[in-house]
């Protein structure tokens, strides 16, 4: 009895060893056919340099839904759809102006940037002396007296000590999403902030703000580090300076988009749903290469390397272009709610939103017992350098499908250039390098296909 057992027992390590060896020749295989074809890398370039701008409400942005569109409708995938959804529409006009007028100094422009909703500052622009500031707590104590009719000057800096620049950026952008509303409490007619980077530069960085309703709406901008750094120093020097700004930005009603989604049905559980995804609309300074045509092009890709391999997934695998990340999540919010309609199962979800830079790793967010298995998946990726598999995954698209249950996990490359180019003119195709998006491609690809054939 003993030896049958131990032959069984031999059997099944026998057999769990040829498994591995079998799923990891294909994790090479993903690997080498994504290093080899420049689909993704071409698929990239069309979108950057054909649909730039494409903010929310934009034209451009739907010539990237129908690219996308077009693009999966030509892969033989096994279903392609375009899921409506209405997003906000919020449009920049014409060319921001900024400049320093300062009576000692003279007169310096410098690069600036209307923070997304602002409102404008009507077409003859903004004038009034300058309070700088680091914090709402600093705010709060020059209070009325100091800051009622002018324009407040935040100029916190990402904190540089940080490893983490995506905590570096989470401890600064307050100032950006609130920095409005909480200037106009004390009677400020404007807001300049310091553009969320660690890199000192010529770029203004955009991204949302958010206002409060209680209180009256000013114009907000963003103005490179470089003339940061300037406005702080001449302030010094000269507090009674002004700065003068000039924005033309303007709300509309909501316009009409779409998700673009495109799916590989499962052979043996057709109604489990992986979903992948980044988003699709991108500020519309630059053209949206990391952030995050990157997300969405590698999120096709793994499509492509799954047909070209002849990966045959018993679970669906679906690639979503979710529609405006960045301004109301109103694709990601649609998608769950229209699974929620169709009583969909959501096994598992990557969202690649984080730059087509050198993969790292994987965070995920799960059971204890999946978050286990997941952790073990690391030698696998080992060989290619891919190896911080931590806690704590997901991402603002799928983030609502945490609602069913679903695995939620991110994609994790290098993040010490990603600021760099976030959110301004400088996030453009020629920062991406074919070989770290495509590194990238593979690694969502070989976890995709992990997950799914171990059942994780
Ligand atoms: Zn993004």
Redesign the pocket.
């Known amino acids: 009895m003993k030896s049958i057992l131990i032959i069984v027992y031999l059997f099944l390590s026998f057999y769990e060893v040829a498994n591995a060896q079998k799923e990891a020749e294909m994790v090479k295989a993903i690997f080498d056919e994504a290093l080899t074809d420049q689909t993704a890398y071409e698929n990239l370039r069309y979108l950057c340099k054909n649909c730039n701008g494409r903010i929310s409400g934009t034209k451009q942005l739907e010539k990237a839904v129908d690219f996308t569109f077009q693009v999966m409708n030509s892969m033989n995938l096994d279903r392609v759809e375009k899921q409506p959804v209405q997003v906000p529409y919020w449009e920049r006009g014409e060319k921001e102006i900024g400049s320093i007028q300062s009576a000692k100094f003279g007169n310096k422009s410098v690069p600036v940037t209307a923070l997304g909703m602002s409102v404008g500052t009507g077409s003859n622009g903004l004038t009034a002396e300058v309070m700088e500031t680091r914090s709402f707590e600093e705010l709060k104590q020059l209070g009325k007296q100091n800051i009622s009719g002018k324009i407040v000057f935040f100029n916190e800096p990402m904190n540089p000590r940080l490893i983490n620049t995506f905590a570096a950026y989470g401890g600064a952008v307050g100032q950006r999403t609130q920095g409005a509303s909480e200037a106009a409490k004390y009677g400020a007619v404007g807001v300049v902030v310091r553009s969320l980077t660690t890199s000192l530069d010529d770029f203004p960085h955009t991204g949302m703000l958010s206002y409060n309703e209680l209180v009256p709406k000013i114009p907000a901008i963003a103005i490179s580090t470089n003339g940061a750094n300037l406005l702080s120093d001449w302030l010094k020097n000269d507090p009674e300076l002004k700065f003068y700004f000039r924005t033309t930005c303007e709300i509309h009603p909501n316009a009409p988009s779409f998700n673009v989604i495109g799916e590989i049905k499962g052979s043996e559980y057709p109604d489990q749903i992986i979903t992948i995804g ?2 699709l609309d ?1 500020w519309d300074t630059g053209e ?1 290469a ?3 045509g990157a ?1 969405c092009i590698q999120s096709i890709e793994v499509l492509r390397l799954f047909k070209k391999l002849g990966i045959q997934p018993k679970r669906t695998i679906r690639a979503v272009m979710f529609m405006d ?2 301004i109301s999540q109103s694709g990601g919010k649609e998608y769950a709610q229209q699974a929620e309609l169709k009583n969909e199962k959501h096994y598992f979800a990557l969202e690649a ?2 730059g087509g830079f050198t993969p790292r790793g994987f965070g995920i967010s799960a059971p204890d017992e999946r978050i286990e298995k997941f952790l073990e998946l690391r030698s696998y990726f080992e060989p290619y350098g891919i190896t911080q598999f931590t806690t704590g995954g997901g991402g ?1 698209d799928i983030g609502p499908l945490r609602m069913f249950g679903t695995v939620l996990s991110s994609f994790v490359p290098d993040m010490q250039r990603y600021f760099d180019y ?1 959110h301004s003119p400088n996030d453009t195709f020629e920062q991406v390098n074919f070989r770290e998006l495509q590194m990238g491609s593979a690694a969502m690809a070989s976890l995709i296909y992990l997950v799914d054939v171990l059942d994780l």
Do not use: I, N, W
Request: proline share 0%.
């Open positions: 980044g988003h991108a949206g990391h952030d995050d997300g990340e960045e939103d984080r603002a976030h």
